[in-house]
């Protein structure tokens, strides 16, 4: 986008926001029901939104919905501020809500976009952390009719889905879900956590950030409130595990950038075929390198 | 009285409007289920029996008497029109037509069985055998793979299928095989009450006896209590102890098996068992 763009003076006529307030008094709704009902997907009336489904306007009318005046937004995109996902949305909100702080700082966010990823850093209870869905609903993979899923959801029926774990381990010895991993909160309704890596599952158990899930395409909102218990499904004998980051000599393989052990790592293949990995989440990782340095001079 | 299972009072299943003259116009004196006045269909009416434990009750009847409307509406597959069901489960008496929908599929998938005629219903044919019976297993809140495992081969070599074949699909069985695994998956919570629907029908005569004989031993081994549907007067001779006679939606003869199939009373019933080979 232009940086000097400005919207053309007839249709400066936008409220904050871009959505109209009876939008968003309806998604605030819809918000404080999907928190009293954890895990429930409430629908909600997805508005057009001037970018396609798809493209995160569920998490885009969460946000669009909450914010004021006072708020630091971040957003991010599979853990990185720069991607073309992230620095849209981020344009779009700068040009529809004057007045609001963007940053790259996770701990300086008070609302916090995101697209299949959870920050490295703990959130705190004064944040809030957005998530764009594709598909709200775990059990599309066992059961196709919505009008038999809703059922299957009020019963708290979830063999099915246990019957694919089942079968997994069967097949492959463990479990073969990567992302969108199955997850259990306060013991009865399941989710589809968005495609966060398994990583970052057990970051929503506890979570003393809020966590909020929009859908705009399947128009649902639905939310993990804070300190919410979340287990992601399992066997009681097969214990949930997280990706590995070992190399064949079973040590941890660092950042390249900061020397991180203890975050996502992104694989990157360069030209020549070499292996590199470094951090998913930049902020986390540039974060590091500040502390490096700083070490460095004192 | 204590062993009683299950007792059916007044149970009918009928499909359509309903008029007030349906059930005057109907049955076997009629010679027909359908209503001539307003075109519904009294799949069954004023069907009564109490089951006791480990007991076999047959139901006989030709095709389109009710005999499976009976069954479905029992294992809720299908909601009844009007009549009750009590089922006394470790001392406790459940109204089974009165609970809400979670706690008749928790009754369904913990304390009943259903073996059907044609394996597709009653089998998964996307997940291999195991699969199917651990889907059981984990209705019931059973969540330890290993335990699952065992359980579920240890079922399928019960009911004769080789434990080698436990993770293939059952697509890849033999019909008798499948009809196996399905007994396997009905038993799979050792439920007391089974309901088996024209289960040998479509087998061939070996197999069929070896499916008979499988049942009786499962009978004999764990008192589960059965309901079995069938037109097969063989299947009752050899099975039920006690048998219900349907025709066009009506109980029009029931008692012992043996009394039935020696000095059968109805019209019906003395034309069933003359012409039996």
């Known amino acids: 986008m232009n940086a000097h763009y400005e919207l053309p003076l007839e249709d400066a006529g936008y409220s904050f926001g871009f959505l109209d307030e009876y939008a968003k008094k309806e998604v605030r709704r819809c918000i404080l029901k999907a928190i009293s009902i ?13 970018m396609g489904r798809g493209f995160g306007t569920g998490g885009l009318q969460l946000t669009l919905s909450l914010i004021g005046a006072d708020d630091t937004l971040k957003v991010i995109d599979q853990g990185s501020d720069d991607s073309v996902n992230a620095v849209n949305l981020r344009q ?124 705009g395409r399947e128009k649902k909102i639905y939310a993990v409130p804070p300190y919410t218990v979340a287990e992601p499904l399992v066997f009681d004998d097969i214990a949930f595990r997280v990706e590995d980051f070992r190399d064949a000599n079973g040590k941890r393989i660092a950042c390249r950038c900061c020397g991180s052990t203890v975050s996502f790592l992104d694989e990157l293949i360069d030209d020549a075929g070499n292996v590199t990995h470094q951090c998913s989440d930049s902020s986390y990782c540039e974060e590091q390198q500040e502390t490096i340095s700083a070490r460095k001079q004192a | 009285m204590s062993n009683k299972i299950l007792s059916v009072r007044g149970l009918s299943r009928i499909h359509g409007v309903q008029c007030p003259l349906c059930i005057s116009s109907t049955g076997p004196e009629h010679d027909t289920n359908m209503c001539p006045h307003c075109g519904s269909v009294v799949a069954a009416h004023d069907v009564n029996f109490d089951l006791y434990r480990g007991e076999i009750l047959g139901i006989i009847g030709e095709s389109g008497s009710g005999k499976s409307s009976t069954v479905k509406t029992l294992y809720f597959d299908e909601a009844p029109t009007a009549g009750s069901a009590t089922f006394y489960d470790g001392g406790m008496q459940h109204d089974m037509f009165a609970l809400n929908a979670a706690q008749q599929r928790s009754m369904r998938n913990k304390r009943f069985g259903m073996v059907y005629q044609n394996p597709h219903l009653g089998l998964n044919f996307q997940i291999s055998a195991g699969g199917n019976i651990a889907e059981r297993l984990l209705m019931s809140d059973l969540k330890h793979y290993g335990e699952i495992r065992t359980r579920a081969g240890d079922l399928l070599v019960r009911t004769e299928v080789a434990r080698a074949r436990m993770d293939q699909n059952p697509k890849t069985f033999s019909g008798g095989m499948q ?76 008692g012992l098996t043996d009394q039935i199939l020696e000095d059968p009373q109805h019209a019906y019933t003395q034309r069933l068992v003359a012409s039996a080979l």
């Open chain 1, 38 to 50: 954890p895990g429930y997907q409430t629908p909600y009336a997805s508005r057009e939104m001037p």
């Open chain 1, 92 to 215: 779009f909100v700068q040009l529809t809500c004057p007045g609001v702080e963007v940053t790259e700082k996770t701990q300086k966010a008070t609302l916090i976009q995101s697209r299949h990823r959870i920050p490295e850093k703990m959130l705190t209870e004064q944040q809030i952390l957005v998530l764009q869905v594709p598909y709200p609903d775990a059990l599309v993979v066992v059961e196709p009719s919505e009008a038999r899923r809703k059922v299957m959801h009020g019963e708290a029926d979830y063999s099915r889905l246990l019957v694919k774990l089942y079968e997994d381990v069967v097949r492959f010895d463990e479990i073969t879900i990567s992302h969108r991993y199955p997850t259990r909160l306060n013991g009865h309704y399941v989710i589809d956590p968005s495609p966060i890596p398994r990583w970052d599952v057990p970051r929503l158990h506890q979570s003393p950030a809020l966590v909020l899930l929009g859908a």
């Open chain 2, 179 to 254: 009809q196996r695994v399905q007994i396997a998956k009905a038993l799979a919570t050792q439920p007391p009450l089974l309901f088996l629907d024209e289960v040998t029908t479509g087998l061939d005569l070996s197999v069929q006896a070896a499916i008979l004989d499988l049942i009786l031993e499962i009978q004999h081994e764990l008192g589960t209590a059965m309901i079995v549907v069938t037109h097969d007067l063989g299947v009752i001779r050899l099975l039920a102890g006690r048998t219900l006679v349907m025709k066009h939606g009506r109980v029009i003869e029931s």
